[in-house]
């Protein structure tokens, strides 16, 4: 691989469960979206560096290099500047801690800057803009903050740093003592500076360092467990549930590729697979949220489950471009909105209901759901009677032609599979008989994709493709990991669909933007983790190590990948790809952790 070529996304993300941030290396705000994660941007320079605005502390002599560390544990972020001048760090976090019995998650972000060596001179620009680059905000001058105005919006920038900077380009500062930045949305900050941002500061590193010190993090690739699974817990919109697949809007899966799409969505099968990250680690409070979001949306459309809603349980999400944004090193479109809202994707009920299953059979939780299982189980069936002679979009959200999909089979036989449990649970008979004939139709339809000659089941039915999405096969239990047709069905993927270190593609068939061209990093995941369900444990630990080298500086994982050096691609950081890195990495741990492991080593 020629790492010479590498592009990686030179981002680190903040958050607070209400909004995320990027900050890039060279301390400037690229991406923030307020007040929500789907609202415009007031900082887009990852979209447009001339109309997405501007927030950075960049050094007035020349810059010698930067770099950028997580303080351990924590989504608090640290960037170092070394200038000619002087060493200077960026500390830049979202205030999250416990208050009052809730949890305090203003809009606010806050930047420590404070010198390390030398005598840095800084400037420091904050210039946001609204509705998507299109206008800027008026800006006045405070006794110790800034004001921003446009219409009945209004942001506020205080600081103890000297406002007569912020008006004066040419006239820097000499950092010589911690300066703070206190940026907020709606309300302004009126309270001390240095005293209230230090406060900030402790609490919500001990807000992290509790919420991990309280998650079972498997020994294996601790580190990098630790770290994935803080990105998607920002990923969940804290005040609906709702968990988005990315924070991020049309970074292109490729170069020039035109798969450009917005993210800042949440899709329910996304939702179901970081929900089986989190409750891998014992966080269970993510998924009690995300019940009352699925709840909330189904008691207002009892009509079809589309694939994606809006955070706050929006249906309409009408897609349309930006044309006059450049794009991310000139890539368009920019879209804002997302048309595969509109699409029949029917794995979504299967999905929902095994996401959601813990809470209707897990004994610590079920005494506060009793009433709800029946009614929501039920319908869940209902929808899938309805759906499962049907052609969909499928998992990869197809535009423009749909076929009766094995994934979307797969996931309307483990929801039947996961009511039958529930029936059993509450003896409830009628549910059960039913969830065993839709259980037996949906491994009718998929056995219908299975090619006998080759060994493999296809990716839908009548058809000779081959897609990653069928490793769920084995992972789900639906093949015995132990049997001759789930290593052969493995082995003709491979085949197929596996590329350099251990990357691989969704599929290799062309759609409706031609062919593919960069690999797919949940799926590289996925099929780690069916390596180390078929046994083949020492070709999944290594696989997974070779993954670990398509990360940022930071750990982080973008969606795609290009094969041939390594480049990041897709919407970044990618909730997808960090589910598939924890879920391999529990997936291993638990492996390596069996009896049978231990016995094996033993006996060598």
């Known amino acids: 691989m020629n790492r010479e070529k590498k592009h990686v996304y ?18 400037n705000i690229s991406w923030l979206c307020w007040p929500s994660f789907q609202d415009t941007f007031v900082f887009g320079g990852l979209l447009d560096k001339g109309l997405g605005g501007e927030f950075s502390v960049l050094p007035s002599t020349p810059s010698v290099s930067t770099s950028q560390h997580y303080v351990e544990n924590t989504n608090i972020l640290a960037t170092v500047v070394e200038s000619e001048g002087g060493t200077y760090k960026v500390t830049d976090f979202a205030p999250r801690f416990e208050q009052y019995e809730r949890y305090y998650k203003p809009l606010m972000l806050i930047r420590k800057i ?34 921003f105005e446009r219409g009945d919006v209004k942001m506020r920038l205080a600081t103890n740093m000297p406002i007569s900077h912020f008006f004066d380009d040419d006239l820097p500062y000499v950092l010589s003592k911690p300066i703070y930045l206190i940026l907020t949305y709606g309300s302004p900050f009126e309270a001390p500076i240095e005293r209230t941002a230090e406060d900030f500061l402790k609490r919500t590193k001990q807000y992290w360092r509790k919420w991990v010190k309280n998650a079972s993090i498997p020994s294996f690739y601790q580190k990098e467990v630790i770290r994935s699974s803080l ?34 969505y949440c899709w329910l099968r996304d939702s179901y697979y970081v929900l089986q990250a989190l409750s891998h680690i014992g966080h269970f409070e993510e998924m009690e949220r995300y019940a009352s979001y699925i709840a909330n949306i189904t008691q207002t459309d009892r009509g079809r489950l589309q694939p994606l809603y809006g955070i706050m349980g929006q249906h309409q999400l009408d897609e349309y471009t930006l044309d006059y944004l450049e794009g991310y090193m000139g890539n368009r479109p920019i879209r804002v909105g997302n048309q595969a809202s509109e699409h029949i994707q029917n794995d979504v009920y299967g999905q929902a209901l095994i996401a959601l299953l813990p809470l209707f059979t897990d004994h610590r939780f079920r005494h506060q759901n009793l009433a709800f299982t029946k009614d929501w189980t039920n319908f869940i069936l209902d929808k899938i009677e309805a759906t499962i002679d049907e052609k969909d979009a499928g998992i990869w959200e197809f535009r423009n032609f749909e076929n009766r999909h094995c994934y979307s089979n797969l996931f ?38 299975y090619d006998a000659q080759k060994e493999v089941y296809t990716n839908a039915v009548e058809s000779g493709n081959l897609d990653a999405s069928t490793l769920q096969l084995i992972m789900m239990n639906y093949l015995d990991p132990s049997s001759h047709r789930a290593k052969m069905h493995l082995e003709q993927l491979e085949k197929e669909l596996k590329g350099e270190h251990g990357l691989f593609y969704r599929y290799l068939h062309t759609d409706d933007f031609g062919k593919p061209k960069a690999t797919f990093l949940v799926c590289a995941f996925w099929y780690v983790e069916a390596l180390a369900c078929v046994g083949r444990l020492d070709e999944a630990q290594e696989v997974f190590k070779q993954l670990l080298s398509f990360g940022n500086h930071l750990m982080l994982f973008s969606e795609d990948v290009n094969e041939s050096d390594g480049s990041q691609w897709g919407n970044f950081p990618q909730a997808y790809s960090h589910v598939g890195l924890v879920n391999a990495a529990y997936r291993i741990s638990m492996k390596l952790d069996s009896p049978a492991f231990f016995d094996s080593l033993y006996e060598q």
């Open 412 to 449: 309307q036989w483990a929801g039947a599979t996961a009511a039958l449990k529930i029936a059993k649970q509450y003896n409830l008979a009628d549910m059960a008989a039913k969830a065993i004939s839709l259980r037996e139709k949906a491994a009718a339809h998929i056995e219908s994709c």
């Open 10 to 27: 030179n981002t680190g993300i903040i958050g607070n469960c209400a909004y995320i941030a990027h900050v890039d290396k060279s301390t």
């Open 114 to 147: 404070e010198p390390v060596s030398g005598h840095p001179k800084i400037r420091v620009k904050c210039d946001p803009v609204f509705n998507y680059g299109q206008q800027s905000f008026e800006k006045s001058r405070g006794s110790n903050h800034i004001q």
């Open 231 to 264: 990105v998607l817990k920002l990923h969940q919109y804290e005040d609906t549930g709702a968990i988005i697949a990315a924070s991020t809007t049309s970074l292109p899966e490729f170069p020039g590729s035109g798969r450009n799409w917005d993210y800042r």
